[in-house]
């Protein structure tokens, strides 16, 4: 029958890479992918030829569905994991239904010697699998952008834990004959399997702390930043006077040296007056509020770097977003774009913004010379574990009011786009 082990090997990596397709795409292009999976599947046809004992087997299995995982676009840990947990199912759904097979025969083998039934049971205990990857496929999980070697090894216990107890047991309990143990065990591998699978809700969870951590975070400055800004407003009076003080003394000063004919002195002060001006920025938009607070925040932070900052706004209608979830997406966009301009030789940054009744449109621009990724956006920060959560709230909060976000790099500049209903939610 080692014939038919090359059927079971060719399902099990078409399992597998549908099972990695719920999470992400393949990293490579077609040309590399397909040699690569024949490769795999020759490498576990032969494996299975050669190789009869059921541990080693198992173990092997893994080994080639973490091959195939490394052809998709993840984290080494969520590869680690899925291979781990999309190799338990598999078994397991095998498992179950030798236990099945075993109550209604005295000799298990012999149901592997006859051709039809050894494809039934392993089309049905494909078909178990299937149906499991599809469960998870339709829940549309996400997994996990960072996380530390504790964490993971606190979410790799019951996998592990699991492949032990498959390995250990899978002979005495094929041998056990009596019927109660025997439902007790499929009970409990049936429980292993939903076990494995709540390790999903568990990362959907813990990535849905992250969010609410940056948004802890996020109401810390906003309240900062908030009264920066309102120091700001108080302040605009007096500065408003010294403007107009100082707009008197230099329209006095320019005609003086008009009177005596200094051209070229006049000239040079209104460059230098307009190259003032140039350094600030507008930050009322009527209407929205928390972006100009976060602009006039950002802009005294890149000034510093030497940074400018232009924006174009038109706001017919308030942003209908929570306070702190504006302040988290604009404070996430502008730092990202402030850390990567910082590096460039042209130093400006440029923000457009519309809403209507309708949509809420965001468009941020900023220089970008290196060649980058934009479907896997990384760091050059020295703490990076911290850096990927920014992304991670950006899509997070953009999806939650149910609209569409693009990054793209054109010629030299990379953009970040936003449109979101602009609705009461």
Do not use: W
Request: net charge positive; hydrophobic share 45%.
């Amino acid at each position: 029958m080692n014939y038919l082990g090359f059927l079971s090997c060719a399902v099990e990596i078409i399992l597998s890479i549908y099972f990695f397709k719920a999470f992400g795409n393949f990293k490579y292009k077609r040309k590399i992918v397909i040699p690569l999976i024949i490769t795999f599947y020759i490498l576990y046809s032969l494996s299975l030829f050669f190789i009869k004992n059921t541990a080693i087997v198992f173990i092997i299995s893994i080994v080639i569905t973490f091959c195939v995982s490394l052809l998709f676009d993840f984290k080494i840990f969520n590869k680690i994991l899925l291979s781990i947990i999309i190799s338990i199912i598999s078994s397991i759904s095998e498992f179950i239904l030798a236990i099945i097979l075993s109550a209604f025969t005295h000799d298990i083998t012999s149901v592997n010697k006859n051709v039809f039934s050894y494809i039934t049971g392993l089309l049905f205990s494909k078909f178990i699998t299937y149906l499991i990857i599809l469960l998870i496929y339709k829940s549309k999980h996400k997994l996990m952008n960072e996380i530390s070697n504790l964490n993971m090894t606190c979410l790799i216990v019951l996998p592990i834990s699991t492949i032990f107890v498959i390995i250990s047991q899978y002979e005495f309990i094929l041998n056990e004959k009596r019927i109660p143990l025997m439902v007790l065990s499929t009970m409990g591998l049936f429980l292993l399997i939903i076990s494995n699978i709540l390790i999903f809700y568990i990362i959907d969870r813990q990535n849905e702390l992250i969010v609410i951590r940056e948004k802890l975070n996020a109401s810390k400055k906003l309240l900062k930043v908030q009264a920066d800004y309102y120091d700001e407003l108080i302040g605009s009076e007096k500065e408003i006077r010294k403007i107009r003080h100082n707009l008197k003394s230099l329209f006095l000063g320019l005609k003086s040296m008009l009177q005596k004919n200094q051209i070229n002195d006049v000239i040079e002060k209104i460059n230098e007056n307009l190259s003032e001006i140039d350094k600030q920025i507008i930050t009322t938009s009527g209407g929205s509020t928390i972006l100009d607070m976060v602009l006039l925040s950002k802009c005294k932070l890149s000034q510093l770097k030497g940074i400018t900052i232009t924006s174009s706004k038109k706001v017919l209608s308030a942003i209908k977003m929570e306070d702190v979830d504006q302040a988290v997406l604009f404070s996430n966009i502008l730092d990202n774009a402030i850390e990567a301009t910082e590096k460039e030789i042209v130093k400006t940054i440029d923000i457009n913004v519309y809403s209507d009744n309708n949509n809420f449109i965001f468009k941020c621009s900023n220089p970008c010379s290196t060649n980058i990724n934009v479907d896997k956006l990384n760091t050059t920060k020295i703490d990076e574990r911290n850096h990927g959560f920014g992304i991670l709230s950006i899509k997070s909060i953009v999806e939650k009011y149910h609209g569409e976000y693009v990054f793209s790099r054109n010629g030299k500049m990379f953009n970040i786009s936003l449109i979101i209903p602009n609705i009461d939610t």
